[in-house]
Each structure stands twice: as structure tokens, then as C-alpha cells.
């Protein structure tokens, strides 16, 4: 059933990164294509007139400019986000031409750190949000009213849309194309882009990040280095407390004082990254691996592991030991 054409308008700052503003726009024109009419009409804006110099080098050239103010209803607003964007000042132009265009569209949002932009403008104050992993606990520490889910691939909160790092503006696109023309042609749209038209998992399995870096006073962080290097040792607070020679309800209250989560965490995280090493590098089984981390049993390792990155050991396997290769 044929709709009302909705205009999409994409923010776009300098130092953009491209996929953060081409990935929708593909997505959504390819819309267009698979309806065969104009369901959607698609335009870059920019804060000031002239080319956008993006991230990679390559420039766009923005549609309307935030000066010139907006002729027409804006039916979906997104933010694009850039590498840059956490530190970057938004000017009061811009915070103030948000606060002015997001109320009036009918769903509002972000790609990757373009959230950044809209907390500034007050748009995601008792929202729930996502943005990339590498900066979700940056925006959770600036903005402690917005709620920040690091693991999702895009989320949805009443008017608000996010999506997590650069090619999850794909997801959300598609997402907003199955809201608006149904899953049959958000479905059709995966395959001719060949993309999942359900990403499994969330996106902390993608995440770099690296062995939590020891905290503490100099004996605490002796024993994390003590049992990063050593996972699969049974590490129980009365053993660690003993490796420290104090009372094991002591370096409880010590641990969790100091490195800010209990010691029982610390331990299953040091075995987590220890285990994405060994299933990125190696090749014995899921079964091994949980025993040389210094898991009980494979189904233990399993449940951890899906927890923690949002996949199997056995997906992860699958899909991610390339990346190291």
C-alpha cells in the first residue's frame, strides 16, 4: 500500500564519517526502489553552506543548511556521528536548531557518536540510547540522565532512534523501513544489500577493548596482573584474600573500594578476554578453552561468554577469528 512520501533528513558535521550518512540513505532509497514509488525523499543537512568534508577525505554537499531554516515537514531526523564527535564542542547554532527541528519531527535520532550532539541539545535527557562501544561509557559519565545501552545494535525509546557504530546505521534504517513499509520489503532491502536483515547478538562482539588495566594500590594490581596470567587457577576471594595475606572479608571491602566491582567479576572478565584470545588464536574446542580459562564445564563457559559479548564461544569462532588474520 502506497504512502505518504516522508522526508529523511541526515545531519551531517565535518569530519563526518561517510557510512555514517551513505549507509542509510542506500538503505532507505533502496526503499524506494522495492516500493516503486518515492516512499521516502532524502536530504544532507548541514550547519553552514559548502562541501562536508568527511572523515575519509571525500566531501558532500549538504541539501540545506541550518541557517536557512526548514520549508517542510522533517518526518525522520538522524544525527550522523564522526570520530571526533566526543570532543567537539556543539556550537549553540546547532543546540539550538535541534532543540527547534527534533520535537517537531516524528521520530528523532543517531548514528554511532552523533548521540554526542543530541545529549548536548538536552534531546536524550530520560531516554534510553546506544551509541559505539568505544564511547558509550563516555556519554553514560557526561550525560548520568540518559540511560546508555553498550551492547545494542540500535535501540528504540518513544520518538527517539539510535544506532551503535557506523554500519549499525544500516540496522536502523532498515528498521525505520520496517516500521514505516512493513518487513516485506525491509527484508527484501537485506537481500539486495546483503545484510542481515536481523543482526545476531549485540555489538560487544565487535569491541577491541583489552584486559581491563589493573586498579588499585600496587598489591591489587600485582594480583590482577597474578591472575590475568594464570585464569584457569580456581581464584576464590579466600585464596586471592590469602595471596594478600589479609582476611578474605577485608579484601573483599578492599577490592570493590578500590577497583570498583567485586572481585568475582574481576575474575570472570580477566577469563572472558582470556577465552576471545584463545578462540581468535587457537583452535582447540569451545570445551578446552573453558577449561584452560578456568571454567567448570563447557555450559558454565558458554553462559559467561554469551553474557559478556553476546554470542557463543562457537559463533564467535566462527565469525571473528578472521579479524586477527
Not at 53 to 73: F, I, K, Q, T
Amino acid at each position: 500500500m502506497r504512502t505518504r512520501q516522508k522526508t529523511i533528513v541526515i545531519v551531517a558535521f565535518s569530519g563526518v564519517q561517510l557510512l555514517d550518512v551513505s549507509g542509510p540513505l542506500d538503505v532507505f532509497a533502496e526503499a524506494n526502489a522495492q516500493a516503486g514509488y518515492d516512499a521516502y525523499q532524502l536530504l544532507i543537512a548541514a550547519p553552514r553552506s559548502g562541501p562536508i568534508r568527511s572523515s575519509s577525505g571525500a566531501r558532500l554537499l549538504p541539501d540545506m543548511v541550518m541557517e536557512g531554516g526548514v520549508n517542510y515537514p522533517i518526518d525522520t531526523l538522524l544525527i550522523a556521528g564522526c570520530p571526533n564527535a566526543p570532543q567537539m564542542p556543539a556550537s549553540e547554532t546547532v543546540t539550538a536548531w535541534l532543540r527547534r527541528q527534533a520535537p517537531l519531527a516524528r521520530r528523532f535520532g543517531s548514528v554511532c557518536s552523533g548521540a554526542f550532539f543530541l545529549a548536548a541539545a538536552g534531546l536524550l535527557s530520560e531516554r534510553r540510547v546506544t551509541t559505539h562501544w568505544a564511547v558509550a561509557t563516555e556519554l553514560a559519565r557526561r550525560y548520568p540522565d540518559v540511560t546508555v545501552d553498550e551492547d545494542a545494535i540500535h535501540v528504540s525509546d518513544g520518538p527517539v532512534r539510535t544506532a551503535a557504530g557506523v554500519t549499525a546505521g544500516l540496522d536502523l534504517a532498515l528498521a525505520l523501513v520496517e516500521e514505516d513499509l512493513g518487513a516485506d520489503i525491509a527484508k527484501r532491502i537485506a537481500s539486495q544489500l546483503v545484510m542481515f536483515f536481523k543482526r545476531p547478538g549485540g555489538q560487544m562482539q565487535f569491541s577491541r577493548k583489552g584486559a581491563a588495566v589493573p586498579a588499585g594500590r600496587a598489591a591489587l594490581q600485582e594480583l590482577q596482573r597474578w591472575v590475568a596470567a594464570n585464569p584457569a587457577l580456581p581464584h576464590t576471594v579466600a585464596s586471592l584474600a590469602a595471596r594478600m595475606d589479609i582476611s578474605p572479608r577485608h579484601f573483599s571491602r578492599l577490592f570493590q573500594a578500590e577497583v570498583g566491582i567485586t572481585p568475582a567479576t574481576w575474575v570472570e572478565e580477566a577469563r572472558i578476554h582470556a577465552a576471545r584470545h584463545l578462540l581468535e588464536h587457537g583452535h582447540e574446542a569451545p570445551k578446552q578453552v573453558a577449561g584452560h580459562c578456568g571454567f567448570s564445564d563447557a555450559n558454565t563457559f558458554r553462559r559467561a561468554f554469551t553474557r559478556h559479548v553476546g554470542v557463543s564461544p562457537a559463533e564467535y569462532r566462527k565469525r571473528y577469528v578472521g579479524l586477527t588474520r
